[in-house]
């Protein structure tokens, strides 16, 4: 048999792909390296049934993103982050000091928009990193960059001004408190896929493209890749005596996949309302705790979010793959140490259950999502780019202005195979 398309992967580009090829009525075989889909979109359930995801978790975008039309009465969404809380010295800080930290991040996030837009346009080689850009603007500056470290998986001094990553173009970033990764399932519907299956190598050599895989060689016309840069980078797939050209070795060289996790903490129902952290205005989804830090560490907190009792503490970069690579205990381990400086020890010991994002340390994952090098402007452009109208390129890391999100994927997801369809008209 030889299919219309072979799709590479089950995260959102790939579900994005393969409910469109169903509905075009193309010969589609979508397949997926692990043993469930989902890809970084994943929601599991914390102690008493609380959601909690693992990865994607804000519905962004505003009408770009496609998930917003599923949702339902089944979906629940939370408030928008309207202010952030500054916790220093042993305390947090009166509220005109939080109120001058919210204006110098509004004020940040106005200029890098607008550097953005700048260096966008131009697509110079000699694009600024976002701290360049940014640096000896205006006060609380390092806080506003250790929260971009989560933002856009990495360090702002390894991250181009022009990447779209760590800028919230519509200002609506809503949480999904039933959770995301539940939310992209039931948009993708039935799907036929299968699980457990990596590739090994897709040959582009002959007049069928071969994808050669653990359980058996599949024959297509076309296939549309959705795995994440580090997956390429590691050369888990190879590409024939060919290999990938040039161009596409840059572009992925140019958008790394960095690492962006959280550690979720859900404590006795009750223990944060007797703390009373709601009624003192310090907690809730509303609120993003910023924590002074004198090392190298970062890690913002959303405290008293979901049924009330779960906290949830959001890392990036080279501090959070160092973590991650030390394993759960350790990412654990850390967050209750963190959290235990701002609630106390006595309120860490009613935590009753726990759960870290995982994906550094899996093959297939290999990270968050991407970021844009720089020095590499038009390597998310290069990326998305088809290998002789044969070999389509979908997922995170090259979804333009909706680089790193779920609806960005899915949507790439989608332009493949708009573009192989027209192939066949």
């Known amino acids: 048999m030889v299919y219309d398309v072979v799709i590479v992967g089950a995260g959102a580009a790939g579900l994005g792909a393969a409910s469109h ?27 008493s049934g609380q959601p909690f995801d693992l990865g994607c978790h804000w519905l962004q975008g505003g009408t770009r993103n496609p998930f917003q039309a599923c949702v339902d009465t089944q979906t629940q969404l939370g408030p928008l982050v309207r202010n952030h809380v500054l916790w220093r010295d042993g305390s947090f800080a009166h509220e005109a000091l939080s109120k001058a930290l919210d204006d110098a ?4 996030s106005a200029l890098h928009l607008s550097h953005h837009r700048r260096w966008a346009k131009a697509g110079s080689n000699d694009e600024p990193s976002i701290r360049n850009a940014l640096s000896n603007e205006h006060d609380f500056e390092n806080h506003y960059f250790r929260l971009l470290t989560h933002e856009c998986a990495a360090e702002p001094e390894r991250v181009s ?23 992209i399932e039931r948009a993708a519907g039935v799907l036929d896929v299968t699980l457990d299956c ?9 007049a069928d493209i071969l994808v050669e895989t653990q ?40 958008v790394p ?35 002074n830090r004198n090392d190298l560490s970062n890690g913002s907190w959303h405290l008293a979010t979901g049924d009330g009792d779960l906290c949830t503490c959001y890392i990036g970069g080279a501090f959070s793959r160092e973590l991650a690579i030390a394993g759960k205990a350790a990412q654990v381990a850390w967050a209750k140490d963190d959290l235990a400086k701002i609630l106390g020890s006595d309120a860490v010991d009613a935590v009753i259950a726990t759960e870290t994002t995982p ?7 290999g990270g968050g999502y991407s970021y844009l090098r720089v020095g590499y402007p038009d390597a998310r452009n290069a990326l998305e780019k088809p290998v002789e109208d044969r070999l389509f390129f979908a997922g995170e890391a090259c979804a333009g202005v909706d680089a790193t999100t779920a609806h960005g994927a899915w949507n790439s997801g ?12």
């Open 105 to 108: 991040f509004d004020a940040l």
């Open 215 to 254: 359980n058996g060689t599949l024959r297509t016309r076309h296939v549309i890749l959705t795995v994440s840069t580090a997956v390429l980078a590691m050369e888990h797939i190879s590409f024939g005596r060919a290999g990938l050209p040039n161009w596409k070795l840059s572009a992925i060289e140019g």
């Open 198 to 206: 990596p590739v090994t190598k897709i040959d582009l050599g002959g």
């Open 414 to 425: 989608l332009r493949a195979m708009d573009q192989i369809h027209l192939l066949y008209r």
């Open 21 to 47: 090829a169903r509905s075009l009525g193309l010969n589609y075989k979508l397949i997926e390296a692990g043993s469930r889909i989902g890809g970084r979109a994943v929601t599991i359930d914390l102690a």
């Open 257 to 291: 996949t960095g690492s962006s996790t959280k550690v979720g903490l859900q404590f006795e129902t009750g223990t944060l309302a007797r703390l009373g952290l709601a009624q003192n205005g310090l907690a809730g989804a509303e609120q993003l705790v910023i924590v």
């Open 359 to 365: 994906f550094d340390t899996m093959e297939t994952l």
């Open 161 to 183: 001004i022009s990447d779209p990553a760590g800028i919230n173009f519509d200002s609506a970033d809503i949480p999904v408190l039933s959770g995301y990764g539940r939310l």
